[in-house]
């Protein structure tokens, strides 16, 4: 495993951060320094049809090595870490033989790795737990599964006694701020369904997740100097502040909800008297709920200008992604061999939904079924979070079972 480990441990010490405020894509041309490693790495090993594009999409190929023409599968992975928390300078620590206790951060020891809180780590006692050093995000999310598919691909190819089809390895950007696939070729990777490599534990296997949108609530008022806002001054964030407070707040929100429940939940506020926007993003595991929570919106807008009359409070919806079940159903292979891949790996297939979203979803959507493995992600977009080395090579041997298990079918 120390092959895997040396990785995991080069990958998240180049910082990837991704950025929801830039136009480019990528977002953020440092997320080309890590692909650009991968990209080499790719030939080094030998892969075939290795590309990077402009867009900072990198595929290549293992090749197959059966005789009859195998259908092609592929793996994904995303390269970028959220902007929620700063990757700068990312200083993993390796704890050698976990003896199950707390873990305190060595540079930050207010921050504190709790079992009560992570109880998968009580599975984890005398492997090896990689977490940070307080200051910054690891970018286990998704580096792990990054370099889980790298060390597969290396393995595959150094062991020919594996038999495989052809299986494309696609590692994206700006996952994280939802706009990973923009420039994928689906079509072109003529695969007939892929695997993100995305999740928590080991043993994993995602067919569900949330259908997203994103709403942008934008509240114009007037604005003149105070000193003579009398009559005259309409401040939009005290009305913005009155459409946050009208949110749902005991029902219909992430503190409050769990399981298949969905929310609206209010994450970003700018401006000033003159304008002021929201971001709300909207979730549920029912895509015609999106719908309901877009028409609550539009009320609380609609009761606001009745009470504000010289302002005017718009709601704009976006869709962002659709629960990836909806077109898991098209190719129902690909739940079938991940479940005998796991199988075969020495577990029992844990099948859950994620509340959340993965280029997975948007893939489905565009044609290419894409359920999502686990590969050791834990406490992400954070600086309590951690990964395990035993989770992640739990995650290549399923990798390794699933080139078996999709080389015994005919294209």
């Not at 700006?174 to 696939?181: A, C, F, P, Q, V």
């Not at 948007?362 to 406490?379: A, D």
């Amino acid at each position: 495993m120390s092959a895997l480990l040396d990785r995991f441990l080069r990958y998240v010490r180049i910082d990837t951060q991704s950025d929801e405020h830039s136009p480019t894509a990528p977002s953020t041309a440092k997320q080309f320094d890590l692909l650009r490693v991968l990209e080499a790495e790719c030939k080094e090993m030998g892969l075939v049809d290795v590309n990077l594009s402009e867009h900072a999409v990198l595929t290549a190929t293992v090749p197959a090595n059966v005789e009859h023409d195998a259908p092609a599968i592929a793996w994904i992975a995303h390269v970028d870490t959220s902007p929620e928390f700063t990757s700068e300078n990312v200083n993993p620590v390796v704890h050698e033989n976990y003896d199950g206790s707390d873990i305190t951060l060595p540079n930050f020891p207010e921050r504190v790795v709790t079992v009560e809180k992570n109880p998968a780590l009580k599975d984890l006692v005398g492997g090896t737990v990689i977490t940070t050093d307080g200051t910054t995000l690891l970018g286990s999310d998704d580096k792990s599964g990054v370099a889980v598919i790298v060390e597969t691909a290396a393995r595959l190819m150094a062991d020919s006694s594996i038999p495989r089809g052809p299986i494309r390895l696609v590692f994206t950007p700006d996952e994280e701020i939802g706009r990973g696939i923009d420039h994928i070729d689906v079509p072109g990777l003529g695969c007939v369904c892929g695997y993100t490599l995305d999740g928590d534990s080991r043993g994993k296997l995602e067919s569900e997740t949330f259908s997203a949108d994103l709403a942008v609530v934008t509240v114009k008022g007037v604005n003149t100097h105070p000193s003579v806002g009398k009559g005259k001054l309409v401040n939009a964030l005290r009305i913005l502040s009155k459409f946050v407070d009208a949110l749902p707040q005991d029902h219909l929100s992430p503190e409050t909800t769990d399981g298949r429940d969905g929310f609206l939940h209010p994450y970003a506020m700018e401006g000033g008297v003159a304008e002021a926007t929201v971001r709300i993003i909207l979730r549920d595991f029912e895509t015609p709920r999106l719908g309901d929570y877009a028409e609550q919106l539009r009320g609380i807008a609609k009761r606001l200008e009745a009470e504000f009359p010289r302002a005017s409070v718009d709601v704009v919806v976006k869709k962002q992604y659709r629960n990836l079940r909806d077109g898991l159903a098209d190719e129902p292979r690909a739940l079938e061999k991940a479940r005998t891949a796991i199988r075969a790996a020495g577990m029992e297939p844990v099948e859950a939904v994620i509340r959340g979203g993965t280029d997975g979803s948007i893939l489905t959507e565009r044609g290419l079924p894409t359920p999502n493995l686990s590969c050791g992600e834990h406490e992400p977009h954070c600086p309590l979070e951690w990964t395990s080395l035993e989770e992640m090579e739990s995650a290549v041997t399923v990798l390794t079972e699933l080139a078996r298990a999709w080389s015994e079918e005919r294209a």
